[in-house]
């Protein structure tokens, strides 16, 4: 069983500070895809990253997937309040056949203080 | 982008009814759509993977007679929560994935969701 371990759990910071997410697994993941997600409403695709070693920006958001496909990283420079929610990142496996489920992480729940 | 469309977003119904959720991929076909459970505070639960025009795949621990699934059409597929009881309450979400050109390529096309159902089992 692929389990996919992202952490911390829970950030509280301030406004301008930076930070960083991590997901890791003993497991090759084919691509990673990172989520934000608000109460009440479902997640929303921030990226996906794919190959080894790859780096994407996505305006102050920079994510990051590991050499050997285990891992990835989200890193916030300067994060806003508006950067408040719960971030998850989710695994694609070597599915054969068309399934392909995503594995999910458990969840960084980030809040950004004024 | 891609849109999902899921309805209802809240449903508060007595013990014993069953509860039909719509997941709708709107610009795109979705050969595949997941159900998703999640409780307060947590992740995303996968429950099962609902295919076009065969039997949904459970996942362990799902009761397949307790949440039914159809897949009738490449944009919509539904859920339905049977005889509900207090312990079903939660937030159900839908997924659509779009169709990749091929096997290697599928697993890695986005999922994209749908905003969600909370369902409150009095």
């Known amino acids: 069983t692929q389990l996919l371990e992202q952490s911390p759990q829970f950030l509280s910071i301030q406004e301008g500070e930076n930070l960083t997410v991590y997901c890791n697994s003993s497991s090759v993941f084919s691509s990673l895809q990172w989520y934000r997600q608000e109460p009440g409403e479902g997640p929303v695709l921030l990226v996906t990253?794919?190959?080894?070693?790859e780096v994407k920006k996505l305006k102050r958001l920079t994510f990051q997937f590991g050499d050997a496909r285990k891992d990835s990283s989200l890193h916030i420079t300067a994060a806003q309040p508006g950067d408040t929610g719960l971030y998850l990142c989710a695994g694609a496996g070597w599915y054969g056949g068309s399934q392909g489920n995503l594995i999910f992480g458990k969840g960084t729940k980030l809040s950004v203080k004024p | 982008g891609a849109v999902v469309s899921q309805h209802p977003s809240w449903v508060i119904c007595k013990s014993g009814t069953s509860v039909k959720i719509e997941c709708r991929s709107l610009?795109?076909?979705?050969?595949?759509m997941f159900w998703y459970r999640q409780f307060p505070k947590q992740s995303l639960m996968l429950m099962a993977t609902?295919?076009?025009?065969?039997?949904?795949?459970?996942e362990q621990g799902v009761e397949k007679d307790k949440f039914l699934i159809n897949h009738a059409s490449l944009t919509l597929s539904t859920l339905t929560v049977t005889s509900a009881h207090p312990e079903d309450s939660s937030f159900y979400i839908c997924s659509a994935r779009e169709h990749g050109t091929d096997s290697s390529s599928y697993s890695n096309q986005p999922q994209h969701f749908g905003d969600g159902t909370r369902l409150s089992i009095l």
């Open positions: 990253v794919v190959t080894g070693g």
């Open positions: 609902s295919n076009e025009g065969s039997k949904a795949t459970y």
């Open positions: 610009d795109f076909q979705a050969t595949t």
